[in-house]
């Protein structure tokens, strides 16, 4: 891996310049699974959780912490965003949550922390919307999944093997 872009030729943390790159269309898509046990999944599908409609306010929060991403990440830039969709795919086997972000712009700069940022806080989400009947939940795969526009050019993530296989 080349030189760190975030950092300076002393070694310091810096917000990368970027007034002199062009604005083209950039995306980015990632992905995460919040695991749970099964009962959890079958009140999350009947929509008989204690806090309300789960799966809708981790799909805001999704979308809300993509906007707010250079407020949570230091070195981000604030960036115009045309387009966050966050899915929420319940998974019997394995038994859980798969979050799916996609986040699109058109600017100077990627979207990959964007859409990591709101996978991540609907992650998060899911956690505290079922906490008061399953603790035991964790995440796990969060990753970028693929990203097209800039520089480096486009990105897929190989598959992920599947549990057992």
């Known amino acids: 891996m080349s030189k ?69 990440i230091p070195l981000c830039h604030p960036l115009n965003l045309s387009k966050v969709a966050v899915h929420l795919e319940p998974s019997a086997d394995p038994t859980g949550v798969r979050v799916i972000a996609e986040v699109k712009t058109m600017g100077p700069t990627g979207v990959e922390m964007e859409a990591l940022t709101a996978v991540s806080v609907a992650c998060l989400t899911l956690y505290d919307m079922l906490k008061a009947v399953d603790r035991a939940m964790s995440f796990e795969g969060i990753r970028l999944m693929e990203k097209s526009g800039g520089r480096t050019g486009d990105y897929r993530a190989a598959p992920t093997p599947k549990k057992g296989a």
């Open 4 to 72: 760190l872009s975030h950092v300076d030729k002393k070694g310091e943390a810096r917000m990368v310049d970027v007034s002199d790159k062009a604005a083209t269309a950039r995306a980015a898509i990632a992905e995460g699974f919040v695991t749970m046990a099964p009962r959890t999944l079958e009140l999350l599908q009947a929509a008989d959780t204690p806090k309300g409609d789960v799966l809708a306010t981790a799909r805001i929060a999704g979308i809300m912490a993509a906007k707010r991403t250079h407020e949570l």
